[in-house]
């Protein structure tokens, strides 16, 4: 499974981005897929998850209320809402795919490259 994102970019505080990650593969469509987050000299750290049908969602506390995770109507497809940014959101995010959420949340299988996102105060 090959995973691209897109979307992230330089926005104010307060502001909103949405990131798109596209999945290719034979049986990418049945993927549970998610969103990690990695800033400037800290570690990788979930941020949301969906199944793959999209009917089961799961944030981090500190993006609860703030960030929505949904799929595309192709199923190949998720995206992750960015509203009220904060500057300690600045991180590169990265789309993650694996065959069950629960796994997805934790030690996803794959792991897209990363897109940069930076909140100015």
């Known amino acids: 499974v090959q995973l691209v994102e897109s979307g992230g970019g330089l926005v104010q505080a307060g502001g909103s981005l949405r990131l798109s990650c596209a999945a290719s593969?034979?049986?990418?469509?049945?993927?549970?897929m998610g969103w990690f987050r990695q800033a400037p000299g800290k570690e990788r750290e979930f941020v949301a998850a969906?199944?793959?049908?999209?009917?089961?969602?799961y944030y981090a506390d500190s993006v609860k209320g703030r960030f929505t995770i949904s799929r595309g109507n192709a199923k190949n497809t998720v995206y992750l809402q960015m509203n009220s940014l904060k500057p300690e959101d600045t991180a590169v995010y990265y789309c993650?795919?694996?065959?069950?959420?629960?796994?997805?949340?934790?030690?996803?299988?794959?792991w897209g490259q990363g897109t940069q996102v930076t909140v100015s105060s």
């Open positions: 993650v795919a694996g065959t069950y959420v629960v796994v997805v949340r934790s030690t996803p299988a794959y």
């Open positions: 593969g034979r049986t990418s469509s049945s993927y549970a």
């Open positions: 969906c199944t793959a049908s999209g009917g089961s969602t």
